[in-house]
């Protein structure tokens, strides 16, 4: 017992031993959190060293080198443009596929050699701009926009190094300067600048090549109110009377009175659209609609019809023709037909007296009202950018209103008058012209009455005696029975008007019983024609229009009618 005892004793002290020495093996509390903050700190700095090389990749990857950025550019796909096409479909502007060429020029071997080499096929070419490119440290430099086939292919052959290539699409006009003015031109990145290019571009074009949307062919063509038939024909008609009448300028337009289509507007000198260098000088710019003139006696119209819509006069007054004074000024004739003369007959004896009187019967305020309401005195709202303010006297004085009367002291645009004379003839409405297709109903929604409609009526009537009897005649081609208004004015210069330069215009309107287009003609500084008696209107512009009607009222669809004599002989026949 007593050593059985014994060695449990002893037992007891071993494995108490045992554990004591086990215990000692386990870490202390106070050990814990310290290794804990340990592998903290670890995992931190891992994450934060791994974290820097993350940041520093995807800064990396947002940061494009130049040299990418250039070499996207010459390997984007080419900038497309809508087709602009007339009224029929037949196309007045086109995109063509050429080739540009560029440089990378820290890929350039040889400078030197590569300027000789490029030189041979591209002479006209800087020597010094082209070396001081292909030896720069830039990454892109544009070398030659728009090259020939043919000089592509030679330059490929040369195999330089460095050098490369980008599609790009350029414009083309196939009808070359036939509607230069209209339809405008586009620059070297494709960019329409001027005319119905421009307004392509403003109207949304631009905002579409920026997001992406224009680089594909399938945009639907911009179509016209032009027909390229009638374009055509007027200005080959304005070629012909330009060499006639050895004028500094010319220009003419068809109008169509019931919708404001601009059928046709030219205007010359023009250029070629295709070689765009001579648009911008000073004598091609487009008078019809972006110059301003002392409108002459086609003023005479309004001042007419203002009378008339007033209940000044009717169509069977007489007015008191002869000379006056007003504000020291003598208000005369340059042709004296007698003391007093029939409204009809101011109209187509172009009595001065006559209009200055008329104008004040109905007084300044209504005479500016009047004009303003024509529009004349406003800068039109069309689509074409090239549209010129028209300008009159800060404050109208009364000598004002009596030289406005017969077309002195207001410079308006030709095209603005043929908008007004529009109005006139049309039965009382004006209509904003426009260069797009307009139909009869969209039309009725722009239009606003101006004019009494019995008014209108009385001015056809006037149009047509002037154009059979009056200074219009020449205009009147037969079976086409048209009406109108020549127009001579004095030119200013230096401030003074000049007694032999002339700005002559006709406002014409056919069929005038019931008027379906303004066709009118301006003639800037002409000379006397061998065997005319002066340079006036009536021996230039109204001829002119005569001539356009001549001619394009086939396609106008105006058919001829040569009253019973007429039918009776295609009954002979």
Not at 19 to 45: D, H
Not at 91 to 98: E, F, Y
Not at 197 to 219: I, P, T, W
Not at 430 to 441: C, E, G, H, V
Request: glycine residues 8%; aromatic residues 8%.
């Amino acid at each position: 017992m007593i050593d059985f005892r014994r060695n449990l004793n002893f037992l007891r002290r071993r494995g108490a031993s045992e554990t004591s020495a086990v215990g000692s093996l386990r870490p202390r509390r106070s050990e814990a959190p310290r290794n804990k903050a340990r592998f903290i700190i670890a995992t931190g700095l891992f994450c934060s060293i791994y974290g820097v090389i993350g940041a520093r990749l995807l800064m990396w990857g947002a940061m494009a080198d130049p040299n990418d950025a250039y070499r996207a550019m010459a390997n984007a796909g080419p900038v497309t443009r809508p087709d602009i096409v007339d009224r029929n479909g037949e196309v007045l502007a086109t995109d063509i596929k050429t080739a540009s060429l560029f440089a990378e020029p820290r890929r350039i071997l040889d400078a030197d050699e590569a300027t000789e080499a490029l030189l041979t096929v591209l002479p006209d070419l800087n020597p010094k701009v082209l070396h001081d490119r292909l030896s720069s440290k830039a990454g892109f430099a544009w070398l030659k926009r728009e090259l020939t086939p043919r000089q592509q292919q030679e330059i490929l052959a040369l195999g330089i190094p460095g050098i490369g290539f980008r599609t790009e699409k350029r414009r083309f006009y196939p009808g070359g300067p036939t509607a230069a003015h209209i339809v405008g031109f586009t620059n070297v990145d494709n960019q329409g600048i001027a005319g119905m290019e421009k307004y392509v571009d403003d109207s949304g074009f631009r905002a579409l090549q920026s997001s992406g949307f224009a680089s594909n062919d399938s945009l639907e063509p911009v179509k016209l109110s032009i027909d390229l038939r009638v374009q055509h024909i007027v200005r080959d008609e304005l070629v012909l009377a330009m060499q006639k009448y050895r004028a500094v300028a010319i220009g003419a337009l068809v109008l169509d009175v019931n919708t404001g289509e601009v059928i046709a507007m030219a205007s010359m000198p023009d250029f070629d659209p295709n070689s765009p260098g001579d648009a911008l000088k000073k004598e091609n710019l487009n008078r019809f609609s972006a110059g301003t003139f002392e409108m002459g006696s086609t003023f005479k119209i309004f001042t007419t019809a203002m009378a008339l819509d007033f209940g000044k006069v009717n169509i069977n007054s007489m007015v008191d023709t002869r000379p006056f004074f007003v504000a020291g000024h003598t208000i005369k004739e340059f042709h004296n037909k007698g003391a007093s003369l029939s409204v009809p007959d101011i109209f187509k004896y172009s009595s001065n007296v006559g209009s200055a009187r008329e104008a004040d019967m109905v007084g300044l305020e209504n005479h500016q009202e009047f004009l303003t309401r024509l529009g004349v005195l406003s800068r039109l709202k069309t689509e074409l950018p090239e549209v010129a303010m028209p300008t009159q006297p800060r404050t109208w004085k009364k000598i004002n209103s009596m030289t406005i009367a017969f077309g002195h002291g207001v410079s308006t645009t030709p095209l603005n008058t043929a908008v007004a004379a529009a109005a006139v003839i049309n039965g009382g409405f004006l209509i904003p012209p426009t260069f797009l297709p307009r139909t009869q109903a969209q039309a009725d929604e722009v239009k606003h009455r101006v004019l009494q409609e019995k008014t209108s009526l009385d001015m056809r009537t006037i149009f047509r005696i002037n154009g059979e009897e009056g200074s219009g005649r020449a205009a009147n081609v037969p079976g086409y029975h048209v009406g109108g208004k020549t127009g001579t004015a004095e030119k200013v210069i230096n401030g003074h008007y000049a007694k032999d330069r002339r700005f002559n215009a006709y406002v014409g309107a056919f069929p005038i019983e019931k008027p379906r287009y303004i066709v009118m003609s301006i003639v800037d500084d002409p000379q006397i024609e061998p065997g005319k008696p002066n340079a006036q209107a009536g021996w230039n512009a109204a001829p002119l229009v005569g001539n356009i009607i001549r001619r394009a009222a086939t396609f106008l669809n105006v058919k001829p009618d040569f009253g019973d004599a007429g039918k009776q002989l295609l009954v002979s026949y």
